[in-house]
């Protein structure tokens, strides 16, 4: 046996990835396109290993997509590849419809025509799953309850309007193909691999180098966060045992605002590492807001807990301290993702803040 891992050499994928093949001798299919998000040094120490089989392409070249289907026959296809990032979102969305929608419709489409061939056990068997975020129910209210998986659709930025689109052909793929799906939507996510774009390793490699930290308007925007680790142990559950066709939420119960993470990183920090120069959060500067930013998001995570019996490991207080542990003792891999295309994302999205 063997599974389709699109976005293998992401945060998320390459997380995915290393926790699979230490758990199971089964082989992956890793397809990725290796844009600036994707990292092959995340799976370094998969170098040599036969099972892991790494494809450089895109999710909307269809005839490639075809070609690795035939040859491997995987009994089920693991889709993480997109543009992820909010900010890029809003400088630039034509690549998020293009990966997130295009490519997504394009995968569905080879997935559909190879599942359709399948017969008996195999049929049967084969799986779709979509890695999606809880950005497409868009922004709560301080006192509304949490995210369910039927709580309507309101995504809000390009990125989510992007996820929200390729979860809607996900559903309807199903609904008019009968090709045995399953969605998750999770919040955000931190540790190992992650891309210091996003807030919290921007946090601890900015800190590190003496550098300002972010924040973004008044710092009180709400995210609901959980390890990657955790995240990972509920896709492979949900892919075990998740009802076709279903929808599953995949939160931390665990919701901060922006504020308290970025004092926790700072925190974590002058313990480990102190700064000659003071405290760390001596470096937090305000800046101005994202434009549309959503001011909270919340997941209910008590279908997966009921249903298939996932509840996160990690609690922050562990999971933090693992991820800032893990940026001291990764050095080169911090300063290998900083040079090239990161340093210009850098000026484009803050010179002008
Ligand atoms: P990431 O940006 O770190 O990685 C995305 C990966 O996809 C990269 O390796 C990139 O090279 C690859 N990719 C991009 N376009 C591609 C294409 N056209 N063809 C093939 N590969 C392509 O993203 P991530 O944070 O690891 O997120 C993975 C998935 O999880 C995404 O679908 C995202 O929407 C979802 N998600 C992320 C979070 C989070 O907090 N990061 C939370 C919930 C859901
Ligand atoms: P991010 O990691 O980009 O994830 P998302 O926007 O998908 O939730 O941002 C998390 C939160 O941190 C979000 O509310 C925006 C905020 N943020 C900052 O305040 N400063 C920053 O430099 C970044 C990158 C994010």
Redesign the pocket.
């Known amino acids: 046996m063997t599974i389709l891992v699109?976005?293998?050499?992401?945060?998320?994928?390459?997380?995915f990835v290393l926790d699979w093949l230490a758990q199971s001798d089964e082989p992956v299919v890793n397809?990725?396109?290796?844009?600036?998000?994707?990292?092959l040094q995340n799976l370094a120490a998969l170098q040599g290993d036969a099972r892991h089989i790494f494809v450089h392409?895109?999710?909307?070249?269809r005839a490639l997509l075809e070609s690795l289907l035939a040859e491997h026959r995987p009994r089920a296809v693991l889709?993480?590849?997109?543009?992820?990032?909010v900010d890029r979102s809003i400088h630039g969305p034509a690549?998020f419809i293009?990966?997130?929608i295009e490519?997504t419709f394009t995968l569905l489409e080879a997935a559909r025509g190879y599942w359709n061939a399948l017969q008996g056990d195999d049929r049967a068997a084969f799986r779709f799953h979509h890695?999606?975020?809880?950005?497409v129910y868009g922004s709560l209210a301080p006192d509304a309850p949490a995210f369910t998986e039927t709580h309507p659709y309101e995504p809000n930025s390009p990125?989510s309007a992007s996820?929200a689109a390729?979860d809607h052909l996900v559903r309807a793929w199903h609904h008019t193909y009968g090709l045995p799906v399953l969605t998750?939507?999770?919040?955000?996510?931190?540790g190992p691999?992650?891309?210091p774009e996003?807030l919290i390793p921007l946090m601890i490699v900015n800190a590190l180098a003496g550098k300002p930290l972010p924040i973004y308007g008044d710092g009180m925007q709400v995210r609901d966060w959980?390890y990657?680790g955790d995240?990972c142990s509920a896709i492979r559950t949900v892919l075990a045992r998740g009802r076709v066709g279903e929808v599953y939420n995949?939160g931390g119960w665990n919701e901060m605002p922006n504020r308290d993470i970025v004092h926790a990183v700072c925190a974590l920090l002058d313990e480990l590492r102190p700064s000659a120069e003071g405290p760390y959060a001596r470096l937090i500067t305000h800046v101005k807001d994202r434009p549309g930013h959503d001011r909270r998001y919340a997941i209910d995570a008590r279908k997966i807990e009921r249903e298939l019996g996932w509840r996160p490991a990690e609690t922050f207080a562990s999971g933090i301290r693992k991820t800032v542990l893990w940026y001291l003792d990764h050095a080169e891999w911090v300063a290998n993702v900083q040079s090239g295309g990161y340093r210009d994302w850098l000026a484009t999205n803050y010179t002008a803040r």
Not at 6 to 15: E, K, L, P, V
Request: aromatic share 12%.
């Open positions: 699109t976005g293998g050499a992401g945060f998320i994928g390459s997380n397809l990725d396109a290796l844009t600036y998000a994707g990292n392409g895109d999710i909307g070249d889709h993480f590849a997109a543009e992820s990032h690549a293009k990966t997130n490519g890695v999606s975020t809880d950005e990125y996820k390729s998750t939507n999770c919040s955000n996510n931190y691999y992650h891309f996003k959980l990657v995240h995949i």
